[in-house]
């Protein structure tokens, strides 16, 4: 059911390893790297974003209490 | 009547962020079955070719990669039409979140060709009616990212970006009729539905991974489209409730 008869033929694609390989591996890392690099956006963002939340949330209370004083 | 499934009540960023969140798991899954199956049938199984020798197992991602990359740009071109006349703020996000990899696809379909091409015709890559349209493609999705990048008010972004879909969008069906309409270097396709040319091996595993191809690059635009999400609607309650909810520096 097996193609190849030998690991080495399986890795010589009769001649053809390095395009074959070169498709192969080129493609395995985009799908490797894209998923990392979207999830460290995503990490990224989210940090971004509750900064600027507790930023806020800090200036508000402050007007708050100014608003209180007076 | 008044808890009856509605459909569009996904159309909401607050109700579709966390079903494409529970969705992704599945998906990866789903992508990564297809692709061990696939990669066992075509790489391990599937026969020589008496012409090309095992040369032509390249074709394994060389088509998947050419299809998604047309048919991702399709799936943009109808959200930029959804947007641009119904002016949903869903669609803006979700073309946005498929451009990058859209772009990886007609990346990877000219990588491949280009591999594929040195050895059976001897050049890595020549000015032919199929290759020149898939550069063209290429550059379609290059240009969307920049001009929406380039437009700091969202809105117009997606608009303008938008109407660059629905024009560049002529663009797919050349490609996919160019071998029929030109003479040209690329093979004719492999697939016809009145009688394939190929074995059923090699068939099931271009399919195959074909849906391996289709499944990774849903599951990789609802990761992107929950970021811009958040992004996007940083202003409204329910972000504000899900960054709240978010242990610091935790992902989830």
Redesign the interface.
Same mark, same amino acid.
Do not use: C, D
């Given at each position: 059911? +097996?193609?190849?008869n030998s690991f080495s033929d *399986?890795i010589a =694609? /009769? /001649?053809?390893g390095f395009?074959?390989w /070169?498709? *192969?591996g080129? $493609?395995a890392l +985009? =799908?490797t790297i894209?998923?990392i690099m979207?999830?460290r956006?995503?990490?990224i $963002?989210?940090?971004r #974003?509750?900064r600027? #939340?507790r930023a806020e949330s800090r200036t508000n209370s402050r007007a708050d209490h100014r608003n209180n004083a007076e | 009547m008044k808890d009856r499934f509605n459909l569009y009540r996904f159309a909401s960023p607050a109700t579709f962020y966390p079903l494409a969140g529970a969705l992704i798991p599945y998906f990866v899954a789903v992508s990564v079955v297809f692709g061990l199956a696939g990669l066992w049938l075509g790489m391990l199984v599937a026969p020589t070719d008496f012409q090309q020798g095992e040369g032509y197992r390249i074709i394994f991602i060389h088509v998947p990669a050419s299809w998604m990359s047309m048919f991702i740009y399709l799936v943009m071109a109808f959200w930029a039409a959804i947007g641009l006349a119904f002016n949903t703020r869903l669609s803006g996000m979700m073309a946005q979140a498929l451009a990058p990899t859209g772009a990886l696809m007609a990346f990877l379909s000219l990588w491949t060709g280009a591999l594929w091409g040195k050895p059976m015709w001897g050049a890595w890559w020549v000015w032919d009616a199929r290759l020149t349209s898939e550069l063209i493609l290429l550059f379609l999705y290059i240009g969307y990212m920049a001009l929406t990048a380039a437009i700091d008010d969202q809105r117009r972004a997606d608009k303008a970006g938008g109407l660059l879909l629905l024009v560049g969008v002529v663009n797919i069906p050349i490609i996919y009729f160019s071998v029929k309409w030109w003479n040209t270097l690329h093979q004719g396709s492999s697939v016809n539905l009145a009688k394939s040319s190929m074995a059923t091996t090699m068939l099931w595993g271009m399919l195959l991974m074909a849906m391996c191809f289709w499944m990774y690059s849903i599951a990789i635009a609802f990761m992107r489209v929950r970021t811009i999400m958040l992004e996007r609607e940083r202003h409204t309650d329910w972000v504000r409730a899900e960054l709240a909810d978010k242990i610091p520096g935790g992902e989830k």
């Open positions: 059911m +097996i193609h190849w *399986f =694609m /009769g /001649g053809y395009y074959v /070169g498709s *192969f080129v $493609t +985009i =799908m894209e998923p979207v999830a956006n995503r990490r $963002t989210i940090a #974003l509750k600027q #939340l | -």
